[in-house]
Nanobody
Framework: QVQVVESGGGLVQAGGSLRLSCAAS????????MGWFRQAPGKEREFVAG????????DYADSVKGRFTISRDNAKNTVYLQMNSLKYEDTAVYYC?????????????????WGQGTEVTVSS
């Protein structure tokens, strides 16, 4: 079992930056890839970014490519999401989760051990 806790959300103006953190605890010895997702009000949850355990492989949703960067520090059991050039449409609750079955595509892989999320609000 793995527990994850997201943090770092807040209110930011359009064009600004935030860095989200996802701290994992529990069975962190398992080498999970990790993913960030988001859910905007009235919309379904969507994939944002994924990263392999080593950090060597990453993938992003088209909507955030070039603006967001996912990274991890395994010594700290923490995954980060650096978000730059934020847009109003980035407003959402952001979640991280452990990838328990990788299909070759982070967006279509199986994720478990979801956190409670951290809210990001971008004002226009």
């Amino acid at each position: 079992q793995v527990q994850v806790v997201e943090s770092g959300g807040g209110l930011v103006q359009a064009g600004g930056s935030l860095r989200l953190s996802c701290a994992a605890s529990g069975r962190t010895g398992s080498r999970y890839s990790m993913g960030w997702f988001r859910q905007a009000p009235g919309k379904e949850r969507e994939f944002v970014a994924g990263i392999s355990w080593s950090g060597a492989n990453t993938d992003y949703a088209d909507s955030v490519k070039g603006r967001f960067t996912i990274s991890r520090d395994n010594a700290k059991n923490t995954v980060y999401l650096q978000m730059n050039s934020l847009k109003y449409e980035d407003t959402a609750v952001y979640y991280c989760a452990a990838c328990t079955y990788y299909t070759g595509n982070y967006a279509r892989s199986k994720y478990d051990y979801w956190g409670q999320g951290t809210e990001v609000t971008v004002s226009s």
